[in-house]
């Protein structure tokens, strides 16, 4: 089993930035692509950003592209989303997921098997 944990979340105003932490601990993940979901009060769950297991490959969502930049380091088993510029619309729980025995980046929270606990990110205008 995995057992992934968030850390980084805030409240930052509008133009700031904040990096979000996920470490994984019980069976590695560092094989198995991994990403950033947010949901916000009263929205279906959706994806920000994915990587692939070495992370040459990555997905961002059209909504964080230029801004939010994905990473992982698997020899500390840890995936990073630096946030930049941050706007009052990417207010939302953020969560971490990592797939299952699949190295290719995925958009779909029905793709990952393994979620975190969740890190709220508060933007303030």
């Known amino acids: 089993q995995v057992q992934l944990v968030e850390s980084g979340g805030g409240l930052v105003q509008a133009g700031g930035s904040l990096r979000l932490s996920c470490t994984a601990s019980?069976?590695?993940?560092?094989?198995?692509?991994m990403g950033w979901f947010r949901q916000a009060p009263g929205k279906e769950r959706e994806v920000v950003a994915a990587i692939s297991w070495r992370g040459s490959s990555t997905y961002y969502a059209d909504s964080v592209k230029g801004r939010f930049f994905i990473s992982r380091d698997n020899a500390k088993n840890t995936m990073y989303l630096q946030m930049n510029s941050l706007k009052p619309e990417d207010t939302a729980v953020y969560y971490c997921a990592g797939r299952r025995s699949s190295p290719f980046v995925a958009v779909r929270p029905m793709e990952y098997a393994y979620w975190g606990q969740g890190t709220q990110v508060s933007v303030s205008s």
């Open positions: 019980g069976r590695t993940v560092s094989s198995n692509a």
